[in-house]
């Protein structure tokens, strides 16, 4: 990298100093470009999946968010050194945000209200996922 010399007539000094620091700066925002560019692509492919009606399955949804935790990790990580830790608030906010978003992709198990005992008179080919396929066959059989 080509140095530039201010130039005095007594001395010459490097705006650039010795230890890079310009340099390394420099080297943290461009990883926080990457690490926003590959954030920004895991949310595209997520968001495509959902408002186009493309199909997916949980295991790669789940897969999608875990990266995307892991870049928002690198890029909050990237922010903070580049800030000198001005951000130390942001830092758990990729693992709450991935377990949000875990829990709303889970199926809702829905719990049926059903007696312990339920007559066979009146049961249906409907009735079929309160009380069972066999006892609804049996109450069609019996009320027949």
Do not use: W
């Not at 340099?23 to 968001?47: D, G, M, P, T, W």
């Not at 049926?112 to 059989?141: E, W």
Request: with cysteine; aromatic share 6%.
């Amino acid at each position: 990298m080509a140095s530039i010399i201010k130039s005095n007539k007594k001395s010459c000094r490097l705006l650039v100093d010795d230890e890079q620091s310009v340099v390394r700066k420099y080297r943290h925002f461009k990883a926080f470009l990457e690490y926003n560019q590959e954030c920004l692509q895991l949310i595209s492919a997520l968001e495509s999946r959902y408002y186009r009606g493309e199909g997916f399955d949980r295991a790669e949804i789940k897969n999608l968010l875990d990266r995307l935790k892991t870049e928002t990790t690198a890029l909050v990580e990237s922010l903070n050194i580049l800030s000198n830790g001005g951000h130390p608030e942001l830092a758990p906010l990729p693992d709450s945000i991935l377990a949000e978003a875990i829990k709303r992709i889970e199926p809702i198990p829905e719990r049926l209200q059903i007696p312990f005992t339920v007559p066979l008179q009146g049961l249906s080919s409907q009735s079929s996922p309160v009380v069972g396929s066999k006892a609804a066959n049996l109450s069609i059989i019996e009320n027949s």
